[in-house]
């Protein structure tokens, strides 16, 4: 099932989406859906319960799917996912005075990919609204956006040469990080104080980290283009190369500079105010 896994937020809680390119509709965690509708502190236990009630003993075919999403400690997971027709009818054995209000949020979400698809640019549009809430700067948030589009770019390659797997795209990302900066992204975390799992490192990166990032990712992209390579260790190979260009050019930049591109800096302090604001 061809998905591109995305955060939707319901009233500033998280729920986990995933779009069917195929199908072209969104799939939503239904325990993200069952924790934000009844508050309960044990969302799956809440859930297991209404799978019994109306469908085992009923003997109805389950109306949702498995699919593969990002959990709190960063790992990918085989999770109960539905539809919105499939959720609407979930939501039918859930008494909650948010239920109405959620129907209306998937409607919403449902016709704002419709748009999307119609015209992309309103996506990265979305996306730069919620990065100036968080209070980024508008110069900063130019970078990351067309990191973000890079960034696709080459995944969509990785897809073209054969490569589907998320711990393959985390490994030739680690090859690109090791040549441009000379960390992985893990230690790169590490270097700036990111400690939760679900903190993006390219959210904390300077102008010039992210400048860096998108070239090694970018020459990474043009190098597979040509080569096509048809292997793991040929893709590994591709993505070391384009890597070590940026690394070469970050390296040229800093003699320059007089000091190190490579930052403990971080914008941690924007979400400190945003839970200091509620």
Same mark, same amino acid.
């Given at each position: 099932?061809?998905?591109?896994?995305?955060?939707?937020?319901?009233?500033?809680?998280?729920?986990?989406?995933?779009?069917?390119e195929e199908e072209q509709q969104w799939y939503f965690s239904?325990?993200?859906?069952?924790?934000?509708?009844?508050?309960?502190?044990?969302?799956?236990?809440?859930?297991?319960?209404?799978?019994?009630?109306?469908?085992?003993?009923?003997?109805?075919?389950?109306?949702?799917?498995?699919?593969?999403?990002?959990?709190?400690?960063?790992?990918?997971?085989?999770?109960?996912?539905?539809?919105?027709?499939?959720?609407?009818?979930?939501?039918?054995?859930?008494?909650?005075?948010?239920?109405?209000?959620?129907?209306?949020?998937?409607?919403?979400?449902?016709?704002?990919?419709?748009?999307?698809?119609?015209?992309?640019?309103?996506?990265?549009?979305?996306?730069?609204?919620?990065?100036?809430?968080?209070?980024?700067?508008?110069?900063?948030?130019?970078?990351?956006?067309?990191?973000?589009?890079?960034?696709?770019?080459?995944?969509?390659?990785? &897809? !073209?040469? +054969?490569?589907?797997?998320? #711990?393959?795209?985390?490994? %030739?990302?680690? =090859?690109?990080? /090791?040549?441009?900066?000379?960390?992985?992204?893990?230690?790169?975390?590490?270097?700036?104080?990111?400690?939760?799992?679900?903190?993006?490192?390219?959210?904390?990166?300077?102008?010039?980290?992210?400048?860096?990032?998108?070239?090694?990712?970018?020459?990474?992209?043009?190098?597979?283009?040509?080569?096509?390579?048809?292997?793991?260790?040929?893709?590994?190979?591709?993505?070391?190369?384009?890597?070590?260009?940026?690394?070469?050019?970050?390296?040229?930049?800093? &003699? !320059?500079? +007089?000091?190190?591109?490579? #930052?403990?800096?971080?914008? %941690?302090?924007? =979400?400190?105010? /945003?839970?200091?604001?509620?």
């Open positions: 099932m061809p998905e591109k896994t995305q955060i939707k937020l319901f009233e500033e809680s998280k729920i986990r989406s995933v779009w069917n239904v325990v993200d859906v069952v924790e934000v509708l009844t508050e309960s502190p044990t969302p799956r236990q809440y859930w297991g319960k209404i799978k019994d009630r109306e469908f085992k003993k009923l003997q109805l075919s389950p109306i949702w799917v498995q699919l593969k999403m990002q959990s709190s400690d960063g790992k990918f997971y085989k999770t109960d996912a539905a539809n919105v027709k499939a959720l609407l009818r979930i939501i039918q054995s859930i008494p909650s005075p948010k239920a109405e209000p959620f129907k209306q949020w998937l409607a919403q979400v449902g016709y704002e990919r419709i748009l999307e698809i119609e015209n992309p640019e309103l996506a990265q549009e979305r996306m730069k609204e919620l990065y100036e809430k968080k209070g980024y700067p508008k110069d900063w948030i130019d970078k990351r956006l067309r990191g973000i589009a890079i960034r696709q770019n080459l995944t969509d390659e990785w &897809k !073209e040469r +054969g490569i589907t797997k998320e #711990s393959d795209y985390a490994l %030739l990302t680690a =090859e690109i990080s /090791k040549a441009t900066f000379g960390l992985t992204p893990s230690k790169y975390k590490e270097l700036k104080g990111l400690t939760k799992k679900n903190q993006n490192l390219r959210d904390h990166m300077t102008d010039l980290e992210l400048i860096f990032t998108m070239l090694g990712e970018r020459v990474t992209t043009e190098i597979s283009q040509q080569e096509k390579p048809d292997s793991f260790d040929k893709n590994k190979s591709v993505a070391r190369r384009g890597g070590k260009v940026a690394g070469v050019a970050r390296k040229e930049t800093e &003699k !320059e500079l +007089g000091h190190s591109v490579i #930052s403990s800096d971080n914008y %941690l302090d924007l =979400e400190k105010d /945003k839970i200091d604001s509620k």
